[in-house]
């Protein structure tokens, strides 16, 4: 009954591959969130969805592509891997999206890129 | 545009004595003020959130927060901590539109 949920929780690659990463919300929240957490912590958002549109696009390679299926499920694609990828991914989710909510975090995922 | 400011990277306080973090934000208007908290390998958890009213904010775990607008902070606290509180702390700043901004967070250690 986890309300955010990613999966796989820790993902080791080689540089050059392609992976995706999956995030499910059970809250019935419209809106879904991708942020990359730096080794320093440094916690920054890349994307959000608010029903299955995309709302915010911060400057991302292209090389990330989120796709949202349906309004409870938000994935990011990650082409070409780099060694500046690894990072800690965290999904959320809000309500309706505005920035006054509460965001509701999932236990992320911890990407190493060799 | 909107940004937070948390001065501490680390803070060290002994089982049992008195917490305080500070934050700072940059907004032109009333914002939107949340303090989150990660604990090792977690996702973040909200504490408490300011959106008008009451200036002092009381949220879980014991924690609350004081919003001073002629200050433009949000300062965090907790008269006695426990070492489960050991943990990353986030302060955020929320707009208009559609994000939350983070600050840097401030690390909490507990000395036995």
């Not at chain 1, 409870?72 to 060694?83: F, K, P, Q, T």
């Not at chain 1, 990072?87 to 975090?105: D, K, L, M, P």
């Not at chain 2, 032109?28 to 973040?44: D, E, I, K, M």
């Not at chain 2, 606290?77 to 707009?95: L, N, T």
Request: a neutral charge; charged letters at 20%.
């Amino acid at each position: 009954d986890t309300a955010v949920s990613q999966t796989p929780k820790y993902l080791v690659t080689q540089m050059g591959n392609d992976k995706s990463i999956k995030c499910e919300q059970n809250l019935g929240h419209d809106t879904m969130y991708w942020y990359k957490q730096d080794s320093k912590k440094f916690l920054k958002i890349m994307f959000s969805y608010n029903n299955k549109e995309l709302i915010i696009n911060e400057t991302v390679p292209n090389r990330f592509s989120p796709k949202s299926p349906d309004k409870a499920h938000l994935n990011l694609h990650i082409n070409s891997l780099e060694l500046g990828d690894s990072a800690v991914y965290f999904c959320a989710s809000s309500e309706r999206g505005s920035g006054q909510e509460t965001q509701y975090f999932g236990p992320g995922t911890r990407l190493l890129v060799l | 545009a909107q940004s937070v400011t948390q001065p501490d990277i680390h803070i060290t306080v002994s089982e049992g004595a008195s917490l305080e973090l500070r934050c700072n934000y940059s907004y032109g208007a009333t914002p939107y003020l949340f303090w989150y908290v990660q604990s090792p390998g977690q996702g973040l958890q909200l504490l408490l959130k300011y959106f008008s009213g009451d200036t002092l904010v009381q949220g879980i775990k014991g924690f609350e927060a004081e919003f001073k607008r002629s200050q433009s902070s949000f300062n965090l606290r907790k008269p006695s901590v426990h070492w489960s509180d050991a943990a990353e702390y986030f302060c955020a700043v929320g707009a208009g539109d559609d994000k939350i901004i983070f600050g840097k967070g401030t690390r909490l250690h507990i000395l036995p």
